[in-house]
Structures are given as structure tokens and as C-alpha cells.
């Protein structure tokens, strides 16, 4: 059995100025996704320049703090939230949801793909094998704000989170950075890597984030405040995926059935 090591939340303490933690680990993920996108665009006939990439990281870095905040403040805790509007602002302390980050990356996309004078999925194709890596630390800070604890086990890696109660629990924001983040990096990455039909990389990203995550779910404690929706085990995190699994699938199936033609 492990336990908690209790990190400090708090980066760095400048008195009035606090670096969190959390807020490095979205600064790490948007830089890993920038140097990325460089990588992607050295090769003969690339999408896009170096300097588009920076703007392209900016309409995404945007889309991921409002679109992660406001999706978190709807989808999870609208009612604490409605009593205590200025805690919106306080996205240090967590939560951030990543359907609603979603939403907002793909506005960010698309008005992007608008002002360049691209397709939506030409660019929506380039950026998919970037994310996991911000998904991996924004895991990787869940885990340091110690929220997000998993349920109940008696594995032998079992985390006590004292914070919480002297239960052992899955470290499901450890399982997530390794399946949502690392996993879902490589296997997009490489199949990235071949010319594919436009929207296959999209379709593909869709579909296996939603069913990474439609799994571990299994292993994470609801949110206490919503408990189970149905079943005593379906969770939002799991109906948030549907939708996903079943426009990935779409997408996928569109881009081979034209590729055919």
C-alpha cells in the first residue's frame, strides 16, 4: 500500500504572485504540443509554417482554459458554482473538464482553419496527435492538487490519500496520464505518421479517448455531488464519452468510404 506524498500545490511562492503547479503542468502540455507542431511541419509540402503553428497554439491554449473551465462549471458543478461565481476564476485550485476543453479547442479550430484559408479537419488532423501530451499533465496535476482520487481497492499499488479518508484507492489520475496522455500520444503519433484520408486522425483520437476513458472510469470516484447517473456505475465522465465514441466512428467510416471512391 502507498500513500499521498502531499505535494505542495504551490510551485513557487513570490508573496502576492503564486506559481501553481497546476498551471505549469497546462504550460508544459501547450509547449510540448508547440514543439510538436514544429516537428510535424519540417517535411517537404507542410501544412502549415513554423509561425502558424505559435498562432494555431494560441487559439488552442485559449480554447483549452475557457472551454475546460466553463465545461467543468456546467457539466459537473453549476449550482456551487451559481452561490460562488468568483471561484470561476480560480482555475489554479482544479477543476477543468476536458469534453468542455474540447469544445473549445475545436471553435478554436475552426476559426483558425477560416482566417488561414484551411479545412477544419486538414487542421483538426494536424493538431490531434498534439493533445495527449497536454492531457498527460494535466493528469499529472490532478494528482499533485490530489483531486480526482480513484475508488476503493485492495491492488497492491492501493494510494491512501489522508486528505480524503485511510482507504486505499486507485491512483486513477496516474492511469489516465498513462493511457488518455502516453498510450493515446503514441498510437495517434504513429499512425499520424502515414498519409491518411482526412478526418481518419480526428476519428481516430475521438474514438480512443472515449473508450480509454469510458474504462477508467471504472476506476475514479464520481464526483460527490452527482454520484452515479444510472446503473450504480455509469458516470458524466462515461456519458460525456458517447457522444465521442459515436462521432469518431462517423468520422472514420466517412473517411475511408471517400478515400474509396
Sequence with gaps: MLTYPQIDPVMLNLGLIQIHWYGMMYLIGFLAGWWLGVQRVKCPNPLLTVEQVGDLLFFIALGVVLGGRLGYVLFYDLS?????????????????????????????????????????????????????????????????????????????????????????????????????????????????????????????????YAIFRFFLEFFREPDAHLGYLAFDWLTMGQLLTVPMLMIGILLMGWAYRRDLK
Design 80 to 208: 456551487s458554482y451559481l452561490h460562488n461565481p468568483i471561484a470561476i476564476l480560480q482555475v489554479w485550485k482544479g477543476g477543468m473538464s476536458f469534453h468542455g476543453g474540447l469544445i473549445g479547442v475545436i471553435i478554436g479550430v475552426f476559426i483558425f482553419a477560416r482566417n488561414t484559408g484551411h479545412r477544419f479537419f486538414e487542421i483538426a488532423d494536424f493538431i490531434a496527435p498534439l493533445v495527449p501530451p497536454g492531457i498527460a499533465a494535466g493528469r499529472i496535476g490532478n494528482f499533485i492538487n490530489g483531486e480526482l482520487w480513484g475508488r476503493p481497492t485492495e491492488v497492491p499499488w492501493g494510494m491512501v490519500f489522508p486528505h480524503v479518508d485511510n482507504l486505499p484507492r486507485h491512483p486513477s489520475q496516474l492511469y489516465e496520464c498513462a493511457l488518455e496522455g502516453i498510450a493515446l500520444f503514441i498510437i495517434l503519433w504513429l499512425f499520424s505518421s502515414r498519409p491518411r484520408p482526412m478526418m481518419a486522425v480526428s476519428g481516430l483520437f475521438l474514438i480512443l
